[in-house]
């Protein structure tokens, strides 16, 4: 089992298929909310669905909304189970904060390249120091 | 964190349970992001647009709103972004009741909060100007970038929770621009080609973003060779923002804190990239297959007065032929109504729309609801976030988007 550490983490340990992509997020730029899938023409998931899946990505972009957003996919049960990023904004801090959201960043390795699209992981922000955990290699 | 005995009070509950939520969630954002401690800011402006609240957030807000009035009121002017319509162009938006029902609501726990509905994110040019060193929670990426830049106050991107956090507290988690250390230049661009109209202001802010990369690059500007208006700052520092997650930039002998460029960089700081003509024209794609232009929008930013005022005179004697909306604040649309400036754009046929902006407006549904598609816009902002939403809009300028307005197709 390969184990990376992160710089900082919260919300809940979750376990699932990671989405992989060395691109950025932005809940409204990259988003269709309604149909729960990447929509943004030119980002590398386009088309895909992050339904219950583990984004691991590179940096958080764009705007503020995700603030909301992220809560308000939540409630809806069309959000992803959690976002592992190189870079945070603040943004992505407040809306995991206001959602119970999980969310892990800050890696000695660039995490996109090391973690497999499909690969199981676990993420763990309680660990110290917060962790992702890859428990199988491919989907 | 450190806290103070009156932060541990609202941890605790002693201030009820809205200041309880607001604190605990500052908390927790500020030990993510290493602050020591909070600094007390003076104002706070509220990002809540409908469509990214939903229905689950404005239930939210409606809790809070029904606390008792001394425990849900906001300790500091705090004031709101764009909503999600005009109420007086919904119909003509082909906007659906229940999104107006939501924004009814939504300003209805506002209110009930103290919050005073400004609906505006041009607070800069039009509300309270934040002053050099003022600290605050401010929660528009255009209104925190140009306030730390232009004005030199101190601001990290607040989203709607955490700016409605400051409102209730008066304070945020020091942490990021609120810091001297994190003000500094990290990534030098020259420039050799001055920005002459607003969207190659959009055009540099987005290519400037685009090699920033994420919120911890301070990007600092040599080169430009004049004093950049308000209106052109406005459009460089929102897309700088929306391309880069940028929330501080420097310009050499213009902004501020950089004076010289020693005053915010190290000589060893190097040379990133250099952006001139080509490079900008680069930037620009061309319209999608014959031209034919769906619907033109002027927004994000809202429209300053001066934009307004050359847009009625693009438009004086012509008729559009295709939707164009343009977007301006509430505090902005009385002038340009009592300055003919409205019945001079209304009269070609254009709409100006107030205290809403266009992407914060449900604009899948308007995109779907009114057939739009190809979008030609003088906005970079706009035109990066609006591909998400189903459109294929194009950059031009001003007088290219009134023209592509009137005659149905945008010129390659």
Redesign the interface.
């Known amino acids: 089992m390969t184990v990376f550490a992160a710089t900082?983490?919260?919300g809940e340990r979750v376990r699932g298929r990671a989405l992989v992509a060395s691109d950025?997020f932005?809940a409204?730029?990259?988003?269709?909310r309604?149909a729960g899938v990447f929509?943004?023409?030119?980002?590398a998931l386009a088309g895909q669905s992050y339904v219950g899946r583990i984004l691991v990505l590179d940096?958080?972009?764009?705007?503020?909304?995700?603030?909301?957003?992220l809560?308000?996919m939540?409630?809806?049960k069309i959000a992803p189970a959690a976002l592992v990023l190189n870079?945070?904004?603040?943004?992505m801090?407040?809306?995991a904060?206001?959602a119970g959201f999980t969310l892990i960043s800050g890696f000695a390795v660039d995490i996109t390249r090391a973690v497999a699209n499909g690969a199981l992981v676990e993420v763990d922000p309680g660990a110290d120091p917060p962790v992702l955990r890859v428990l199988e290699d491919t989907a | 964190m450190n806290l103070t005995d009156e932060e541990r009070a609202l941890l605790a509950g002693e201030a009820g349970p809205a200041r309880q939520w607001a604190i605990g969630h500052q908390i927790a954002v500020g030990r993510y992001l290493r602050a020591a401690d909070f600094v007390p800011v003076a104002q706070a402006h509220i990002m809540a647009d409908t469509e990214s609240l939903g229905p689950a957030g404005v239930e939210w807000l409606e809790h809070l709103a029904a606390l008792p009035e001394p425990d849900r009121q906001v300790r500091i002017p705090t004031i709101t972004d764009p909503r999600g319509t005009d109420f007086a162009a919904a119909a003509r938006l082909r906007q659906q009741d229940w999104m107006l029902d939501l924004e009814h609501r939504a300003i209805a726990a506002f209110q009930a909060m103290g919050i005073l509905m400004t609906d505006t994110c041009i607070n800069y040019q039009t509300i309270m100007p934040a002053v050099r060193g003022e600290h605050m929670a401010y929660g528009d990426t255009g209104v925190v970038i140009y306030s730390n830049s232009v004005l030199g106050a101190r601001s990290n991107f607040e989203g709607g929770p955490s700016a409605l956090a400051a409102g209730l507290t008066g304070r945020t988690p020091r942490y990021g621009y609120h810091l001297d250390e994190h003000r500094r230049a990290s990534l030098h661009v020259a420039v050799t080609r001055t920005p002459a109209a607003l969207h190659e202001w959009g055009t540099l802010g987005a290519l400037v973003g685009r090699l920033a990369g994420d919120y911890w690059q301070v990007p600092v500007l040599s080169g430009i060779d004049r004093i950049p208006g308000s209106d052109e700052l406005k459009h460089f520092g929102a897309a700088l923002a929306s391309y880069g997650s940028v929330a501080l930039f420097h310009m050499v002998g213009i902004t501020p804190e950089s004076q010289r460029f020693a005053d915010v960089a190290d000589a060893a700081l190097p040379l990133r990239a250099t952006i001139g003509a080509a490079e900008m024209a680069a930037f620009r794609t061309g319209p999608a297959g014959d031209g034919t232009v769906d619907v033109v929008v002027f927004s994000a930013p809202q429209l300053s007065l001066f934009e307004l005022r050359d847009l009625a005179a693009l438009l004086d004697g012509r008729r559009v032929t295709v939707p164009l909306l343009a977007v301006t604040s509430p505090q902005v649309k009385p002038d340009a109504d009592r300055a003919g400036l409205t019945a001079r754009i209304e009269a070609a046929g254009g709409q100006l729309l107030s205290g809403m902006c266009f992407y914060q407006s449900y604009a899948r549904e308007m995109a779907e609801a009114n057939g739009w598609r190809n979008l030609a816009t003088n906005s970079a902002k706009l035109v990066n976030i609006l591909g998400g939403y189903g459109y294929r809009p194009v950059l031009a300028s001003m007088e290219a988007c009134v023209a592509a307005a009137c005659s149905g197709r945008l010129a390659a």
Do not use: C, F
Not at chain 1, 39 to 43: A, E, G, Q
């Open positions: 900082a983490g919260m950025g932005s409204r730029y990259d988003l269709d309604i929509s943004r023409p030119d980002h940096a958080a972009k764009g705007g503020v909304a995700t603030a909301w957003m809560h308000e939540a409630a809806r870079r945070v904004n603040p943004i801090v407040q809306g904060a206001l």
